[in-house]
């Protein structure tokens, strides 16, 4: 059996990262080009890490499976990114978002991690502004900042609405330098298909041409996973229509612990679903947190027009149930919250949305004002549900949109698989059972910008590593059982579409594992997704061949990836039985109807191994030790 | 009450690069007017794939304008009628019951078709590779507030920065040329105090791959700004042209 070792430096926390990378062993800059890397995924994470580990020398590729690197689903953030910088002079600093970093995400975060991401965060500022990223300024030319959720500071950085674009576009950018030196390759348009370990250490991919359906094999040194969360096991999700969880779930059956994989992020404001054929669904940027106002009728039933809806008839039940963060409180409050309120009847015309309005911000501050801070989220807002935002009160409904979950990695973010590496939201890491508004990007960047570029450096002037080349027979192997699947695949002829599929799937699991989980739902869904996964593979319909472009065979892949996978999230869900973050199980919470977590029984990670039969995962426990936060129940009160 | 329209849709099949392509008409009943123009197609593909027939390949991702992956030139125009829009935000309520819609793949040069509606914008890339960006590594940098910058740059700067690479504006131009694509980066980092170093030799570099990767040249047609769903305006190409001859008569 496989024990746990996080790896964690001794030493106070401020001082862990630090000691740690003087212990770290160096790989000489004359020796780096020796060495090959992989990386998997080209969002904040994988891109921040490919140009760094190139810059340093060392030979990478990089894969993705979009047509250019630049189109990862991280360039979908809006909001912004955090960073302890105190620009604002208003107490923050590294401790506070590390404090508030562990509290948000309900104590089921590893200190020592979120420690260590507070430090660097001051870094990737710098950075990204060097790089040419134009950050909103103020008149005086410096940088501006807002406030997030779960924050009572504001130490968040943002460019417009798109602050995840303009970060990746220069963490893309950085990385074309690095192509144009040819230390970093680009292979567009690959799906990775499988992780190839030798003698117990990840030393390639396999992957899938999508263009001509070749199935090709690299070798490497190591390999380095950045593809992203999970959430589109839902279907209905914030994700992009390509985000999966195939790389990390192949990783998994190779021997990557999946740590967490129940604790998902419903983000509270999206626009609500609105019809069958709906394929994603939209985010509508938490910093609209700061100038909205959250409200319902209070009576149910109330079907009148929202102008026609009297103050005193309009419950702002943010404002006044959490009367020190009001409508900024973290996202498992809100969500949950805006659930109960439509639960009771009491949604906008009884359906499944609140009001998210800014009425009052415009009296106070003038539209042109709330425009030049929101423009573009209403302007979207409005070519989704053709109304205006700025005379009708947004419609909104929580959404899956974050997975918190991810491959297990120890502190150097090494999965339990020696070389292969998961950086970002493919990692469990930093954010707990919760992770705060404006942290993901900053969480991608740290882990690709400054830390991974450390924490590889020393897995490879210390591993062994024999000359493995892509023609050993593992890879073959590799190849072998990657074609016979898809073969499969084609060969079901069958009569249901995968999208079909997915939609089953993802409304299951967004009913009894989605914003409230029951022992009772949970287990109808560990008795329900096997079906669904016979099913699939009896009857899916996959067209065309696998020697051409063909979407439908790429997107059958992923679906029967998310049916094996989802198993052991509801699986995850069903063993933590406590509230936390953004898993709240209805056995567990206090007589408010808050979250009420169990801290005797679960205060570890849990970190699943594939044991070849999908339903019998075996479960190892990371304990969480909480030496600077003490353990405390979250109040936002 | 949801309201729904009927369409008849005239769309690109081509299997392959290699292979010859041509219009095949399909009908669309009951379209429902809330939905994307992808979603349009969504339900058309699961009807084909359940026929036994190949669903029309097209590129998306996001889904919410900002990821640049999908896009075709929809009754002529890039990413279709409605301004500043990607295809993807597209709605069917931009529709009237009985059109014939035209989709057909971006049509350029240098953006080769892969299948049906799908083009290669590699070249795109390339075209960054050759200087689209600040030459500072990892560690490198100082205190983010220790480099001050007017509003308006920043601002400038930041809209110039929005170009989301979907290739509308060589799609719309009658030249295929790029010089939005290529103006916006070039204007994004010329308006910027870190740009400053590298400022000559970037322009000329992103025009020489422009060429080389085979796009026109511009005639002051402006219909890439006219396309272009972030709005990007043709001002950036007039400040890269002056960029650009700067440049060559201080180098050369």
């Known amino acids: 059996m496989t024990t746990l070792q996080s790896g964690v430096p001794s030493g106070p926390i401020d001082q862990k990262w630090t000691k740690h990378r003087f212990d770290m062993k160096l790989v000489n800059p004359a020796n780096r080009r020796k060495y090959t890397v992989i990386v998997v995924g080209t969002g904040l994470a994988g891109a921040s890490a490919a140009a760094s580990l190139g810059e340093m020398g060392y ?14 689903h991280s360039i979908a953030a809006q909001g912004g990114i955090n960073a302890a910088k105190n620009y604002a002079n208003d107490g923050d600093s590294v401790y506070r978002l590390f404090y508030d970093t562990v509290k948000g995400g309900d104590f089921r975060a590893r200190e020592a991690n979120v420690h260590r991401l507070s430090e660097v965060s001051v870094n990737i500022i710098d950075q990204c502004v060097a790089q040419g990223v134009p950050f909103a300024r103020e008149y005086g030319g410096l940088l501006d900042n807002r406030s997030f959720g779960g924050a009572q500071v504001a130490r968040t950085f943002y460019a417009k609405g ?17 192509v144009a030196k040819g230390t970093v390759r680009l292979f567009t348009r690959r799906e990775m298909m499988d992780v190839v370990v030798v003698d117990g250490r990840a030393r390639g991919i396999v992957v899938r041409h999508l263009v001509t359906g070749e199935i090709e094999s690299f070798a490497a040194d190591a390999v380095v996973l950045a593809t992203g969360g999970y959430g589109n096991v839902f279907y209905l999700s914030t994700n992009a229509k390509g985000c999966n969880v195939t790389a990390t779930w192949r990783a998994h059956r190779k021997g990557a612990f999946f740590a967490n994989p129940c604790f998902t992020q419903i983000h509270p404001t999206c626009i609500p679903v609105h019809g069958e054929y709906q394929s994603k669904l939209t985010l509508m940027s938490e910093s609209l947190r700061n100038d909205g106002r959250v409200w319902v009728p209070k009576q149910s039933g109330d079907t009148r027009s929202p102008s026609n809806i009297p103050e005193s008839e309009r419950d702002y039940y943010l404002e006044t149930r959490y009367k020190s963060f009001g409508n900024l409180v973290p996202r498992d409050i809100a969500s949950r919250n805006a659930k109960m309120v439509c639960d009771e009847g009491r949604g906008v015309n009884g359906e499944l949305a609140v009001y998210l309005d800014f009425a009052d911000s415009i009296k106070r501050l003038g539209q042109s004002t709330i425009e030049a801070r929101y423009g573009n989220l209403f302007e979207m807002y409005e070519r989704i549900t053709g109304e205006d935002p700025y005379s009708v009160p947004m419609k909104i409904y929580p959404a899956i949109h ?21 950086i970002g939201e493919a990692n469990f890491s930093d954010h707990g059972a919760n ?16 830390i991974l570029p450390y924490t590889l450096g020393h897995y490879l002037a210390t591993a062994p590593l024999d000359p493995v080349s892509s023609r050993h027979p593992e890879f073959e192997k590799c190849e072998t059982l990657v074609r016979d699947r898809i073969s499969q695949l084609l060969a079901i002829k069958g009569s249901r579409s995968v999208d079909s599929f997915h939609r089953e799937l993802g409304l299951l699991v967004w009913d009894e594992c989605g914003m409230s989980r029951s022992e009772a739902g949970l287990r109808r869904a560990l008795d329900k997704i096997p079906e669904i996964r016979d099913e699939f593979w009896a009857s899916v319909m996959v067209s065309g061949s696998g020697a051409e472009l063909n979407q439908t065979l790429e997107k059958a892949g992923r679906v029967a990836d998310f ?7 509801v699986t995850d869900a069903l063993e933590r039985n406590e509230s936390c973050g953004g898993h709240f199980r209805e056995e567990s919470q206090t007589e408010e109807g808050e979250a009420l977590r169990n801290d005797t029984d679960y205060c570890h990670v849990a970190a699943w191994a594939f044991s070849g039969d999908l339903s019998k995962p075996v479960l190892h426990k990371e304990a969480l030790t909480f030496e600077e936060v003490p353990l405390s129940q979250r109040s936002y009160k | 009450m949801t309201k729904t329209i009927s369409l008849t849709l005239k769309v690109w099949r081509q299997k392959s690069g290699n292979a010859s392509g041509k219009f095949v008409t399909y009908q669309v009943p009951t379209v429902d007017v809330n939905a994307s123009f992808l979603e349009m197609l969504d339900v058309l593909n699961e009807q084909l794939l359940l026929k036994g027939e190949d669903p029309i390949a097209f590129d998306h991702d996001c889904r919410e304008g900002i990821c640049g992956m999908c896009g075709a030139v929809v009754n002529g125009q890039p990413h279709g009628p409605q ?32 299948r049906d509606l799908v083009v290669d914008r590699s070249a795109f890339d390339r075209v960054v590779q050759s200087g689209g960006y600040v030459s500072v590594k990892t560690g490198q940098a100082p205190d983010a507030n220790a480099i001050l910058i007017p509003k308006q740059d920043a601002d400038l700067a930041m809209d110039a920065a929005q170009c989301i690479g979907c290739a509308a504006c060589v799609a719309a131009c009658p030249n295929a040329s790029a010089m ?4 916006a980066k070039v204007s994004h980092f010329a308006l910027l105090p870190q740009g400053q170093p590298e400022r000559q030799n970037r322009v000329l570099e992103m025009l020489a791959t422009m060429d080389r990767e085979r796009f026109g040249n511009c005639s002051n047609e402006y219909q890439c700004g006219a396309a272009c769903p972030k709005g990007i305006s043709v001002s950036n190409i007039a400040r890269m042209n002056r960029d650009y001859l700067s440049s060559k008569m201080r180098l050369s």
Not at chain 1, 162 to 178: D, I
Not at chain 1, 563 to 569: I, P, Q, Y
Not at chain 2, 180 to 183: Q, R, T
């Open chain 2, 180 to 183: 939005l694509f290529v103006s």
């Open chain 1, 563 to 569: 049916l094996e996978f989802a198993e052991l999230m």
């Open chain 2, 83 to 114: 301004r500043k829009t990607t295809m993807c935000q597209l709605h069917m309520r931009q529709f009237q019951d009985g059109d014939t819609i035209t989709i057909e793949p971006y049509r350029a040069r240098a953006l080769p078709v892969l």
């Open chain 1, 162 to 178: 798109q602050t995840g674009q303009q970060l990746l576009l220069g963490a893309y950018s950085a990385m074309m330098k690095e």
């Open chain 1, 59 to 72: 030979n990478v590729l990089s894969f993705c499976f979009q047509d250019s690197s630049r189109r990862a």
């Open chain 1, 435 to 450: 992770r705060l508004g404006a942290s993901a990007l900053m969480q991608g960047l740290a882990d690709g910008y400054f």
């Open chain 1, 402 to 422: 974050y997975t918190m979950g991810g491959l297990w990695v120890d502190y150097n973010l090494q999965s339990t698989i020696p070389g292969l590496h998961v």
